[in-house]
């Protein structure tokens, strides 16, 4: 498996494997855990000024997110500058918005440092409304944008065959493969001496004085600082309590006429849709996203795929369906991303989350502020990013709802699943969290009727894990870690995989 899901990806063909041979038992000035595109970027640089760094990733480059984005680089965000200037005033606001240039400037940096083939692209973007309410949030974005000092004008044509009201034209903004570009920077990485550790689970670290030890399936491995570049930081820990785990969905058509729209586009729907073309193996592909949902919140995460289909055979001239695919974000409760130490840590331990849909922008900038804050203890994006900051007003109320969302799904889940008296309920190709002979199952039968029986509680925070039938997969909808049909990890901040019951003694036909 390449990929944290059961559905291929338009990027997936490019994965590769990347372990080199390395010497765990010395000490590393940084281990990275996490290869996706924080954890190389972050690596890179820091092998670049000279330390000494391993990437440590529980599966392969590009297993999680990485490997599922729709690779969007934009300098403006799912967080509006004016709410940033609302919550956190125009000056962090501004620097908010120089944020992204300093992003894709420093993947530019990378392509052309590197002569990276990876389909980089400087296009304009479209941002339009189709209602009236729309139009009130488009109106309040580009004011915010003028604010800040970024560039966006009215138009009265886009390059969409979507009905609109309103829209804007955004210069300046971008894509490319993802993985093409991973790929690249772990081959600069190696080169320089950097070291490569696939299928290597952390377990946990031990903080001390002068190194942290970090508990692995490959044994303990010792570094003067460790980076969690895992999307959210594993075990316990605050950042699980102001980031909520949400999917996103996306596909990829060829067009049965040769009308492709070539710039970026986005709506202001709730979930938005978002498009781009990339080209695979020489044929053109228009790819959609949207019908994002908390994960674990779906009834039918299979409808979430024909949602995404229907919306985009209403408007476009599609014919067939090459890829589906989804992938996981964090929404951090005031908007905007954690990077830098992780709170409750000592100072050597680092983190960068809550990406919200901005993941290509904010995991490369984690790669320069995580740097400098290694190399020197401050980052011009140190006290905006902060990860044990604490604003007593922005994300207050979203703080609220969530902790009491990751209540409710606790106590219902516990309360309310499904009892059964024999496993013969359970129908050919479903699955169910449900209570046998007083104990929790999660419970897959296979089309033939193989039985997959694991505990059902999430081993990070005690939640009960719920399908996913699109991935299939059992997702926490607490913190949003991930197991296949077997209970093994997908996705963290779980440490440990679903109790596999094995063997199961059958005591009924």
Not at 86 to 108: C, H, M, P, V
Not at 121 to 129: E, H, M, P, Q
Not at 156 to 172: K, Q, W, Y
Not at 444 to 456: A, F, I, P, Q, V
């Amino acid at each position: 498996m390449y990929r944290d899901g059961a559905r291929k990806s338009i990027w997936q063909e490019e994965i590769r494997k990347f372990s080199t041979e390395t010497d765990l038992s010395s000490l590393f000035d940084v281990a990275i855990v996490g290869g996706g595109i924080t954890g190389v970027s972050t690596a890179l640089k820091l092998q670049e000024s000279g330390k000494k760094c391993v990437i440590l990733e529980a599966a392969n480059i590009g297993f999680g997110t990485t490997g599922g984005t729709t690779a969007h680089l934009n300098d403006f965000f799912d967080t509006t500058f004016n709410q940033a200037i609302r919550d956190f005033g125009l000056d962090n606001a501004k620097l908010y918005a120089q944020s992204g240039t300093d992003a894709i400037s420093i993947i530019e940096g990378n392509i052309q440092k590197y002569q990276i083939s990876c389909d980089f692209t400087r296009k304009s973007a479209y941002l339009f409304a189709l209602d009236e309410k729309q139009e009130e949030q488009l109106k309040d974005i580009v004011e915010g944008a003028a604010k800040v000092g970024h560039e966006m004008s009215y138009v009265n044509e886009i390059p969409f065959p979507i009905p609109f009201r309103e829209a804007v034209l955004i210069p300046g903004q971008g894509h490319f493969h993802p993985v093409k570009y991973s790929k690249a920077l772990c081959e600069a990485f190696i080169k320089l001496g950097g070291s490569i550790v696939e299928n290597c689970h952390c377990e946990e670290h031990d903080e001390q004085n002068d190194f942290v030890i970090l508990k692995t399936s490959k044994g303990e491995i010792k570094a003067s600082n460790v980076v969690y570049a895992t999307h959210i930081p594993p075990g316990v820990n605050l950042l699980h309590f102001t980031n909520a785990p949400y999917r996103s969905y996306a596909m990829a058509f060829t067009m049965k006429n040769d009308k492709y729209p070539w710039e970026l586009g986005y709506d202001l729907c709730e979930p938005y849709h978002y498009y781009r073309i990339q080209n695979i193996e020489g044929e053109n592909l228009l790819i959609a996203g949207g019908e994002d949902h908390k994960t674990g919140h779906a009834d039918d995460t299979g409808e979430c795929f024909s949602r995404l289909e229907n919306y985009v055979r209403k408007y476009f001239e599609v014919e067939t369906v090459y890829y589906s695919w989804s992938s996981q974000y964090y929404e951090p409760v005031d908007g905007f991303p954690y990077i830098g130490k992780l709170p409750g840590s000592k100072e050597r331990i680092f983190v960068a989350t809550g990406f919200r849909g901005n993941g290509m922008i904010f995991g490369t900038l984690s790669s320069q502020i995580l740097h400098d804050l290694i190399l020197t203890g401050k980052s011009k994006y140190g006290d905006l990013f902060n990860p044990s900051r604490i604003k007593p007003v922005a994300g207050f109320s979203d703080f609220v709802k969530e902790t009491a969302t990751m209540a409710f799904d606790f106590i219902k889940d516990k309360i309310l699943t499904e009892k059964i008296d024999s496993f013969s309920e359970v129908g050919e190709g479903e699955a169910k969290v449900i209570k046998y002979e007083s104990e929790s199952y999660a419970l897959y039968k296979e089309n033939d009727g193989t039985l997959h029986l694991l505990r059902s509680t999430c081993p990070h925070a005690g939640c009960e894990v719920r399908w996913n039938s699109a991935e299939l997969s059992w997702d926490c909808p607490c913190h949003g870690s991930r197991f296949n049909v077997n209970g093994k990890i997908l996705t963290g901040p779980t440490t440990k995989n679903l109790q596999k019951v094995f063997p199961y003694q059958k005591r009924d036909s």
